[in-house]
């Protein structure tokens, strides 16, 4: 199966910057099929990304994702007060899907 | 809107088993999988298996291979996942959530609330 390592494991940054989450995997994800979600705590995971680089529905546009191949990227562009929360990225190449072990951006 | 929710809590000694159900509504339940992720305490999420609610095909990851048992009742729009020879480890919040993909365990727009299961003596 496909290892999902993501970086850093701790993102502390203030309201305002810019936040960039990493996802490496093991083997190349086939047609970018990488998605990833923003989990508060006690809360739902939410998808944010598909496709590698598509936004959800109602996803706001700060948030952007790119990559392809072994390397993906998650940009937050300018952090609101809610976006400090655990992200995860996802593949859903091959079988089977699988997560990284997340990234928390916590307010510094 | 579209909504998935999940039976409640449940606590179950080592070596039981348990059952979640969880319903939708507001789509077209045949047109979409349910994928099951777990996720234990202060640990990421865990893809367990995935189910066509057209056609009931299955894909169950590997290593619960087994232990697991998914199905649909397709009159009631609702998705079951049963889980046997419950284990400690197996403590955790069990989703089930809609998957968009065109193949077996892709990716999820909509989740249910998740079902917390503790397997403690």
């Known amino acids: 199966e496909i290892v999902l390592t993501q970086s850093p494991g701790t993102l502390s940054l203030s309201p305002g910057e810019r936040a960039t989450v990493s996802c490496r995997a093991s083997q190349s994800v086939s047609s970018s099929y990488l998605a990833w979600y923003q989990q508060k705590p006690g809360q739902t995971p939410r998808l944010l990304i598909y496709?590698?680089?598509s936004r959800a529905t109602g996803i706001p546009d700060r948030f952007s994702g790119s990559g392809s191949g072994t390397d993906f990227t998650l940009t937050i562009s300018r952090l609101e007060p809610e976006d400090f929360a655990v992200y995860y990225c996802?593949?859903?190449?091959?079988?089977?899907?699988?997560f990284g072990g997340g990234t928390k951006v916590e307010i510094k | 809107q579209v909504q998935l929710v999940q039976s409640g809590a449940e606590v179950k000694k080592p070596g039981a088993s348990v059952k979640v159900s969880c319903k939708a509504s507001g789509y077209s339940f045949t047109s979409f999988g349910i994928s099951w992720v777990r996720q234990a305490p202060g640990q990421g999420l865990e893809w367990m298996g995935w189910i066509s609610a057209y056609n009931g095909n299955i894909n169950y990851a590997q290593m619960l291979q087994g232990r697991v048992t998914l199905t649909t009742d397709i009159s009631t729009s609702t998705a079951y996942m049963e889980l046997r020879s419950l284990r400690s480890d197996d403590t955790a919040v069990f989703y089930c959530?809609?998957?968009?993909?065109?193949?077996?365990?892709?990716?999820?727009?909509?989740w249910g609330q998740g079902t917390l299961v503790t397997a403690s003596s």
């Open positions: 496709g590698a680089s």
């Open positions: 959530a809609r998957d968009l993909g065109s193949h077996p365990g892709s990716f999820f727009d909509y």
């Open positions: 996802q593949q859903y190449g091959s079988s089977p899907p699988t």
